[in-house]
């Protein structure tokens, strides 16, 4: 017999992202006897799963009396299937969101407040709305080394750490981002496994950007990857490329970022705990933080970017994590291509020493490369010229072609790397030298093409900042495979002309 | 012939509260070709009419291709009417964000930033997590005496502003809320108008609470009036008992006040001006403000009462606006009845002398009026005696009753006040004196009962603090005009009876 309170689950096919929402008709009993109104949120109990969610109040053309119906994230958390019947009841009151209102009337938050409040997120006890309201209190450096830390180690507890006994160390290395095309990783993984690192690196998809290494290296093999295959690779190969996602780390990280980026936030504190609680949840002992400076990148100054290194430095001590930050140029894209599949053209060229590699993405491998081995070594950063050479003959060698070879075999094989049905080159409207590059409007040129949605899409740049252009020079190749993208990316690059600055060179 | 981008717009019978929601089909060409997802803020297009909306994504189940769903506000806002052809594309940057950024990093705010700010607010261009995230970055006392009456000043201009060209001086009078049964403005609006003041008073309804003004108004009268309306009854009557929500009077705080309820975020700044803002759209010269402390009220301190009085004050001289503060008792409800119907009641009672009038009400609404007569003739607060002997006149003599009877006249006539279909006295389990209520928790007890949705449903006390009670004596009744809501309410009775603390008298 059916409880109080008791409705028939339907699936809605409606997808509300990360935010769960249920749906109940306006004129049930249940909505006028709990006072339940459009925004209210609500607590939906099926055996021993339960759920909090917003409820949309529904009309009768939308539902049946007698019937809940669930948002595909609802559906998915709640863990149903078939018409299960389930109970409802208001939300209980939500404590921790005390210490949300604590942090926002500036007071230092305990490590179990942030530990409560973490909880809660990752267990998805809270709304947009409300993880809105922590983020854009944090944020404003608003959040002291302490706070960091606590926040880092909560958010590694929110979801799986990674054990790799037969290890003693590992190495790791992430990029901050902001920068199209990008894409140093698949190398200095191949790189530093050569030389005898244990990489199990594992990276996520684009967020906001064109293409996430994860999405370019699916271009290559298989990156969806159990922890056991995640094993089984690293022990083959003495390092994988994985996509983060399949494995939970962090996964409390996943649903503030998809936050902070709706409200175009991003907060010193809340980036740190964000990629140190990836690579503790990953089980680094060491990683390379890749910080690119730039008018158009992420961190747009040295100052900001020498701050960011302290945190990233006193957090990582504190949680027993060795890293090492390198600041790096980010005035332009890096590498030729941009979307999975025109970056993975790049890394295979520069892996198999092509004549018309990018250089600029091979040096900053390598550069980049040394470094980490240095930072192996416990050698300063200031001096890597010998690790440099190291890293080069790995890769001039063609050794680093036969590790990435090897990785890529053990995680199912090197794929044929996929062709846009659609390119069309876009050209100079005048002479001149390419002074400047946006990477935003870049990244968005890109992304307008179909990437990374569809992995061929995307750009191929023909001139970096220097390089003389003449009167209806190509200045970029557009991938994609509809005529639709293809055109709105065009017209997107006809009313943004100036995201490439074209001039007398100084 | 339909345009690129182009789709028949259809209501999908789904209440979504203040944010409009957009429903596309996933399949789609414009999802593909846009890079559309779950979540992304899209602006819609149809005549001159434009609106931002959040984006579903749905499955064909839902939705034919071709077609646009548009949740309740969001067809609304657009003014359609059938199915008209919409245009769709990508949101454009909201510049004032980056105002609310600066806050978040703890700057101060021009007052241009806040004007654009609330400008795009008003206009629905911010989603709610947008808005949660302004509220968060102001709250915790973020908000300088400047910044609060720009505030002020933009929340005005988003809406109407009356004008009463006849009038030199408007009062009015406002209780920052929290106290159930609290229902004194109707008893002082016509004790002051009898007494020459013109109050063309607007109300609110609830947001939280059992009852707003509006609310109980509207069960003795129609409180749903035009301007046209609201200026023949203060021309007849010398004042009105209105609901300020159908004259659009700053507008922009009503969609800020339902994010900060959504958090339970209670920003002084905020407050300051969601008041002052109200007051001066309704074109008021004068207003009193009643502000009552107490452990369980809004404000718990006299020291955080005299730093929202500074505050109001500040603010209503920078505008213009001439203010009183009044702190009064917060430790208990006021009156005997919480809900439309059971203030109602107290309401008449205390304006026809009615021996069993509860005399807390009667007293309060004796002192506020003289409060705001002395602010009229600009006398001090501290002694109002002789006010106070004057407001008392009027009421004991009829007076009153009788300017408020030409009121509801004016404003259609004096309804008689519903009766709800249940009652159930709730009594004591133990014998002793009550020492104390909890407004909050007594407040929701009135909300299950199905105040104020249902005007008869609420509470009626059956004491006081100081008052002897024995073993099974009646606490208070409960008033519904469901089986189901009576129950509920009379369960949460059982599990929260400490929200009546009995005891021994100190």
Not at 113 to 133: K, L
Not at 388 to 400: C, D, F, K, P
Not at 437 to 458: I, Q, W
Request: hydrophobic content about 40%; charged content about 20%.
């Amino acid at each position: 017999m059916a409880e109080p309170n008791s409705l028939t689950a339907v699936e809605m096919g409606i997808d509300t992202h990360q935010e769960p929402v249920v749906f109940l008709r306006a004129d049930s009993n249940i909505c006028r006897s709990e006072g339940f109104k459009a925004n209210t949120r609500i607590q939906v109990q099926w055996q021993d799963h339960s759920i909090i969610a917003t409820l949309n109040v529904v009309t009768k053309a939308v539902l049946p009396l007698g019937k809940i119906g669930f948002s595909q994230i609802a559906w998915r958390r709640m863990g149903l299937s078939g018409e299960e019947q389930v109970t409802i009841c208001h939300a209980p009151i939500l404590h921790s969101m005390s210490a949300v209102r604590k942090k926002i009337y500036g007071h230092e938050l305990t490590e179990q407040e942030i530990n409560d409040i973490i909880s809660d997120i990752s267990t998805h006890r809270y709304s947009d709305m409300q993880i809105a309201s922590f983020i854009s209190a944090c944020a404003g450096d608003r959040l002291n080394i302490a706070e960091i830390t606590a926040l880092t180690r909560a958010m590694v507890k929110s979801g799986k750490r990674l054990q790799w006994h037969q290890y003693t160390y590992l190495y790791d290395k992430h990029c901050i981002g902001g920068i199209p095309g990008n894409r140093t990783t698949p190398i200095l993984v191949a790189i530093c496994s050569a030389a005898g690192l244990t990489m199990p690196k594992t990276s996520s998809r684009a967020i906001t950007s064109p293409s996430g290494t994860a999405d370019t290296m699916e271009v290559l093999t298989t990156v969806r990857m159990s922890l056991a295959e995640m094993q089984e690779t690293v022990r083959h190969a003495n390092a994988c490329l994985a996509w983060g996602g399949a494995i939970n780390l962090s996964p409390a990280d996943d649903l503030l970022i998809h936050i902070e980026h709706a409200l175009d936030l991003d907060g010193e504190g809340q980036l740190v705990a964000s990629v140190l609680s990836k690579k503790i949840a990953a089980g680094s002992t060491h990683a390379l933080i890749d910080i690119p400076v730039g008018p158009t990148a992420k961190v747009r100054t040295q100052h900001q970017a020498r701050h960011l290194i302290n945190m990233f430095c006193k957090v990582a001590a504190a949680l027993d994590l060795k890293v090492r930050c390198i600041i790096t140029s980010g005035e332009q894209a890096i590498g030729n291509g941009i979307g999975p599949a025109q970056e993975a053209r790049d890394i295979l060229a520069v892996l198999q020493n092509h004549e018309d590699a990018p250089s600029d993405l091979r040096e900053r491998a390598v550069f980049l490369s040394a470094q980490l081995m240095a930072l192996a070594r416990n050698h300063p950063h200031d001096d890597v010229s010998a690790y440099e050479v190291q890293a080069r003959n790995i890769l001039t060698s063609g050794q680093a072609w036969e590790q990435f070879q090897r990785i890529c075999e053990a995680q199912g094989g090197l794929k044929t790397i996929p062709e846009a049905r659609y390119q069309l080159p876009l050209c100079t409207d005048h002479s001149g030298t390419l002074l400047a590059m946006d990477n935003r409007r870049l990244a968005r040129l890109a992304k307008l093409a179909g990437a990374p949605g569809s992995p061929s899409a995307g750009v191929r740049l023909h001139a970096k900042i220097g390089t003389a252009l003449g009167e209806g020079q190509p200045l970029v190749t557009l991938y994609a495979n509809s005529q639709g993208e293809l055109s709105y990316a065009a017209s997107y690059f006809d009313n943004n002309r100036d995201l490439f600055m074209i001039g007398e060179a100084p």
